[in-house]
């Protein structure tokens, strides 16, 4: 209980002696080690995503893509000018073009908005509930004339090109969609609609239908008729088609993502449509890579942001470093790695001048204490707890970090970032503590003695 006793108390006084240098020792620490993780994270990964969101198909890795900011509105708010609309539909554009990372999008359970008036006429007598996308009609819908009218909502889908084609979908009637009639010259040419083949022999195709989409009214052309049991995944698990049950679109209207028009209009209102139309198409796109230069595609995710001047389109279920630096360059990141291991050195070089003059200055004391008796483990335990104290903030600030649901979120497991938090810790404790054992090694208890304090 003395031996005890007297490690605790010389714990405490060396401790108090060197308050300041300790505080300032833990936050150097704090800030290392979450960098440290960070970027381990970004150029190494640490196993943290979660394979349910990104699962191999064909030998490829599927990631879900997302371009919803912090502030919700980031992007959509940029839509002020025709220039700024056409910002967004070249960015989207650009993004397709990758061909290391090919962008398909789809949303499976997306309804289409007709007028009460042209679903009454379209289906002339026949009953139309079992394509309606709920029982009821709505108020106060436009449709791009100036007026508000009674409208009903459909069941639909939305798909671009490439997925169209990946699924395999097939008309009856018709044509499918194609790079051709979903490139339009001017605003207000009739864009293309496919309809499941439950409307066969009730709408024709070449029929002209004025839809309310996503808020914004198009002029759609139906090009075709879809053949009987087409189908796609359901929305979210698009990389899981072999455990999951597939949508039918037999009772759907499918509209594209991904239209192109040649020639800006002149009013603001009128491109805005088509932008907002591809920011949706990123926000339920899905991006195939083999996984092997995930960083690359960051970092040129970043470069193409910047030259449009909006946010960088994320990987989800990325490793937490590459979701966190995904705004900054390539450079500024390598700027952060050479600063982080600068500060990592200078943590431990102060770790070491801070033990290396405790020794010194309690050299007399040890000396004593040696002599009386005391084991050379009794001197080093004290110090051992106090290199424990120092590093301990580190483990309570990166965890409470790394697992806040701010930073974790729903597609990162804490676990692995923590394991690689605890090693990170344990190599610094190993690192101080054989630091000590140097510093200690053959103590000459008479030569501790006859140095001034």
Not at 248 to 268: A, N, Q
Request: charged share 25%; with cysteine; glycine share 8%.
């Amino acid at each position: 209980m003395r031996k005890i006793r007297f490690m605790i108390e010389e714990f405490f006084r060396s401790f108090q002696k060197s308050l300041f240098k300790n505080i300032l020792l833990m936050l150097m620490f704090s800030i290392s080690l979450v960098m440290a993780v960070i970027m381990c994270s970004y150029y190494v990964g640490l196993g943290e995503r979660y394979e349910s969101i990104t699962q191999k198909v064909d030998g490829r890795e599927w990631y879900a893509l997302d371009l919803i900011t912090e502030s919700g509105q980031e992007v959509t708010n940029q839509f002020t000018t025709v220039r700024r609309c056409r910002d967004m539909v070249d960015y989207y554009e650009t993004l397709k073009s990758l061909e290391e990372a090919p962008i398909m999008s789809i949303n499976t359970h997306q309804s289409v908005v007709l007028k009460e008036e042209d679903v009454k006429k379209l289906f002339d007598g026949k009953d139309f509930l079992p394509f309606a996308d709920g029982e009821y009609s709505y108020a106060e819908i436009a449709f791009g004339d100036g007026t508000v009218c009674l409208a009903r909502d459909m069941k639909g889908a939305q798909l671009d090109l490439d997925a169209y084609r990946y699924f395999g979908l097939r008309t009856q009637e018709g044509e499918g969609f194609t790079e051709e009639n979903m490139t339009i010259q001017r605003d207000g040419e009739p864009i293309p609609l496919l309809l499941g083949s439950g409307y066969k022999g009730i709408i024709e195709v070449g029929t002209i239908i004025n839809v309310n989409f996503w808020t914004s009214a198009f002029q759609c052309k139906v090009v075709g008729i879809l053949e009987r049991g087409s189908k796609l995944p359901p929305d979210g698990q698009m990389n899981q088609m072999d455990f999951v049950e597939l949508v039918s679109l037999d009772d759907r209207i499918v509209f594209p993502h991904g239209v192109k028009v040649l020639e800006d209009p002149e009013r603001m209102e009128d491109m805005e449509r088509y932008a907002e139309n591809d920011f949706i198409a990123l926000q339920n796109g899905y991006a195939q890579t083999d996984g092997k230069h995930i960083r690359e595609l960051v970092e040129k995710y970043g470069q193409i942001a910047n030259e449009y001047g909006y946010p960088p389109v994320q990987l989800v279920g990325t490793s937490i470093g590459l979701d966190l630096l995904r705004r900054e360059s390539a450079s500024t990141v390598r700027v952060l790695l050479v600063l982080t291991v600068v500060l990592m050195c200078f943590s431990f070089y102060g770790l070491f001048v801070t033990f290396y003059d405790k020794i010194q200055s309690n050299s007399k004391n040890y000396g004593i204490y040696l002599m009386n008796g005391c084991s050379l483990g009794m001197i080093l335990i004290p110090c051992l707890l106090e290199v424990a104290v120092i590093l301990a903030p580190a483990i309570i600030i990166g965890r409470y970090i790394f697992t806040s649901e701010q930073i974790s979120g729903q597609y990162f497991r804490a676990g692995p970032i923590m394991q690689a938090a605890y090693i990170m810790i344990g190599v610094a404790f190993l690192v101080g503590a054989g630091a000590l054992i140097y510093l200690m090694r053959g103590v000459d208890t008479e030569h501790l003695i006859r140095q001034k304090d």
